[in-house]
């Protein structure tokens, strides 16, 4: 971040921090389809005194996908509570009740609904994100990459003359490549979540065993839909994660840093899947809401924009994840030492590609993985002034 930037963004959380909203109006149980299904039904947390249109924050809970509700999007959107965004918290069918696509569909369902109503809450229509923890990450994820995918929207649920297209997305301990859960898991963890097993709560998603149905699985997979029009990411894991492996968020930011995608990416040491205690501290508060002022008022950075390029520069690798090789391309601002290297997830250096002196240039070297065992990687860029450290997914 910019020197400039970075100040911007700190007169603006003390400006935000003073205009605290004690009093909010909460509206319960608004029927965004009109079938009378309460699991289509919604709630609106409305800051009072509003004078002008204000962005808007769309929760949606976890629980598997086959239990949880509205109700559990308090004690995310506490801290949200106390600045002027308008919050809606969501319920969709569950796996229970109807098979995928029928919850991101009720979730998009939900977004137009609210984008149609938008003057009565005081919604500014250009300024709205996607929130979700566990398999409301997932959801959350999936609105983000899929816009403009006809297969998993249902305009037949009402305001079909509106988009549901948001401006970020933010994935809270999601899983995103179900696939492979199961090979990442944290070795720490005793009996893991298995998401193989016949009942797993993904299989039941999708009506069956998940390596018997890799298409479905590719179909609920938000990977399957990225491209360049997706929003900015905001992705936390914690890396004891028993249910979700973290692989499944390293995964997603590697697949959007390999795009040139916005992603911001925080595995978190110590935390499990959704540890109240862990998660709900100031400093995690802090992270979401810096990043949707940031969102809201267009002042990303954008690491990933090849015109700043202004100093050395480590790309993401390609094919990230990969078999056996990859190739990693980075940028030489100038003359001098150059060092890439490559350590496994656990910080022990595998082997050094590069150590050798460089003139200013573009550069590309193979990583032949052929001898290593699958899983999460590192590799670093190090020159006189600089430091970079980019995830690799091995996979045989």
């Not at 040139?260 to 899947?273: A, I, K, R």
């Amino acid at each position: 971040m910019k020197t400039s930037k970075f100040y911007f963004v700190i007169i603006l959380l003390l400006f935000l921090s003073n205009l605290t909203f004690a009093q909010y109006t909460k509206i319960l149980n608004l029927d965004y389809v009109g079938l009378g299904d309460t699991s289509q039904f919604l709630d609106m947390y409305i800051p009072d005194n509003l004078t002008q249109e204000v962005p808007l924050v769309v929760f949606i809970h976890g629980g598997q996908w086959r239990g949880g509700d509205k109700n559990l999007a308090k004690k995310w959107i506490d801290t949200l509570l106390n600045h002027p965004f308008v919050i809606a918290s969501i319920n969709y069918r569950l796996s229970t009740q109807a098979l995928f696509p029928a919850q991101i569909m009720d979730c998009k369902a939900a977004i137009r609904w609210l984008k149609a109503n938008a003057s009565t809450f005081n919604i500014d229509t250009n300024k709205i994100a996607v929130m979700g923890t566990s398999s409301g990450g997932h959801l959350a994820a999936l609105v983000g990459t899929s816009m403009g995918v006809d297969s998993l929207e249902d305009l037949t649920q009402g305001n079909p003359g509106f988009t549901s297209n948001v401006m970020a997305a933010l994935d809270l301990f999601g899983p995103t490549e179900m696939l492979r859960n199961d090979i990442y898991h944290v070795t720490t963890c005793i009996d893991p979540l298995s998401f193989n097993d016949a009942d797993s709560p993904p299989s039941a998603l999708i009506g069956c065993p998940i390596q018997e149905c890799p298409e479905k699985v590719k179909a609920i997979d938000p990977v399957t839909y990225l491209d360049k029009s997706d929003p900015p990411f905001f992705i936390l894991h914690g890396d004891q994660d028993c249910s979700v492996s973290p692989f499944e968020s390293i995964y997603m930011d590697s697949a959007l840093d390999a795009n040139f995608m916005y992603s911001d990416f925080s595995l978190v040491p110590g935390l499990g899947h959704g540890d109240d205690e862990g998660w709900q501290t100031p400093e995690m508060k802090l992270k979401i809401l810096t990043f949707l002022n940031e969102a809201f008022t267009g002042t990303l950075s954008d690491t990933n924009n090849e015109t700043t390029i202004l100093s050395d520069f480590l790309f993401p690798a390609y094919p990230n994840p990969f078999n056996s090789t990859t190739t990693i391309e980075y940028k030489i601002s100038k003359y001098g030492n150059v060092r890439i290297t490559i350590f496994d997830i656990l910080g022990q250096e595998i082997t050094t590609l590069v150590d050798s002196p460089r003139s200013q240039g573009d550069y590309k070297t193979l990583f032949d993985a052929t001898g290593l065992a699958s899983g999460i990687y590192l590799y670093t860029l190090t020159t006189e002034n600089f430091f970079e450290s980019k995830k690799l997914i091995l996979m045989k």
